[in-house]
């Protein structure tokens, strides 16, 4: 039942509160409205959804509702939630967030699907589809809104071949020239510090937002490592300090007073690092091709369960067929080394 409390600044606050029954979650909603009408039509609003899933009947609300509500309540949960957030405001600009909740189907998903199909790679549209699909499992088990999720009737498209793409030495020297870095430079500025972040990322395997984010409490140069608190896969981890890599962290942090070791927000050393590729002219470079490019070094050092423990896989399959990207060289380089 909806209760209304004139507050002493003149707005009304209601609230909406129903046991659950029947099956059907329990609902405690409220709101503050200038006008007691507005308060009432709010109140009115949430009554008739809640009366309606008590029915077993799916709420005439356009999806985009949905989506809003699974942006406040569950993408801040999450650690990937920037990503996330950008994937679920593209989705509401499409005619697929109009749809109501009533007439939704596998039917305006396909056609979303093969929409998205046209503008963007497959591997982009499986992200999206991934979180729709999220969206609509929290809407059937937990809000009980909707009687299934439609996507599991539906055939994911096909994921593109995995990158293989190496960086070369060429490629470190054109980028440490273009964003102005060395390890002669002290102390440096931000683009510099991007520059270093590219070669700190080669020696260790980890992320750029692993890097922006790297705190200079978690760094131990005595013990050669650092501690990663959150992650990808929503774990800490230990990576391991090179030589090199030491000498990249001591040279960042002396640049600074900032609480992250490189002191460059993830955002700006993405935006940064596609200036200084564009102005090196190097074409169809990834910031995280550099993941694989460390991947394949370190193989020469580590197991694969330690190499995992380092990159922060779960499933080998994929530190292996993903990242591991040796030239034949070198693994016929390999082969006579052990033979001799």
């Not at 070791?261 to 993830?266: G, M």
Request: overall charge positive; some cysteine; hydrophobic content about 40%.
């Amino acid at each position: 039942m909806a209760t209304f409390t004139k507050k002493a600044n003149g707005k009304w606050l209601v609230q909406v509160r129903h046991k659950a029954q029947n099956g059907k979650p329990e609902i405690n909603k409220a709101s503050t409205f200038d006008r007691k009408a507005d308060a009432q039509a709010w109140a009115s609003k949430i009554e008739t959804d809640w009366q309606l899933m008590r029915a077993g009947l799916t709420p005439k609300l356009p999806f985009s509702e949905v989506i809003e509500r699974y942006l406040n309540e569950v993408t801040p949960t999450k650690g990937g939630q920037k990503s996330e957030t950008l994937r679920l405001k593209r989705i509401l600009k499409t005619p697929l967030a109009t749809v109501l909740l009533n007439e939704l189907s596998d039917i305006q998903l396909r056609q979303w699907v093969d929409k998205r199909l046209t503008e963007v790679s497959n591997d982009a549209v499986i992200r999206e589809w991934s979180t729709i699909s999220h969206v609509l499992t929290v809407t059937v088990k937990e809000w009980r809104l909707l009687p299934e999720n439609y996507m599991l009737r539906m055939k994911k498209p096909q994921k593109s071949k995995p990158r293989t793409r190496r960086v070369t030495e060429e490629e470190i020297e054109k980028i440490c020239l273009c964003s102005g870095y060395s390890k002669d430079n002290a102390p440096l500025k931000q683009t510099q510090r991007v520059g270093a972040a590219f070669c700190f990322a080669i020696e260790t395997a980890m992320r750029q937002g692993e890097i922006a984010g790297l705190l200079k409490k978690n760094v131990f140069l005595d013990e050669n490592y650092v501690h990663l608190e959150t992650t990808k896969n929503g774990e800490s981890r230990n990576v391991p300090l090179s030589p090199e890599a030491k000498i990249i962290l001591k040279q960042v942090m002396s640049a600074h007073n900032g609480l992250t070791a490189f002191q460059v927000p993830a955002a700006s050393m993405d935006a940064q690092f596609r200036k200084i590729k564009k102005l090196a002219m190097i074409e169809d470079l990834h910031f995280h091709d550099t993941r694989r490019e460390a991947i394949t070094r370190l193989c020469k050092l580590y197991e694969p369960m330690e190499l995992a423990k380092i990159s922060g896989h779960k499933d080998l399959r994929v530190l292996l067929n993903t990242y591991y990207a040796p030239s034949a060289p070198e693994l016929a380089e390999k082969m006579h080394a052990n033979s001799v």
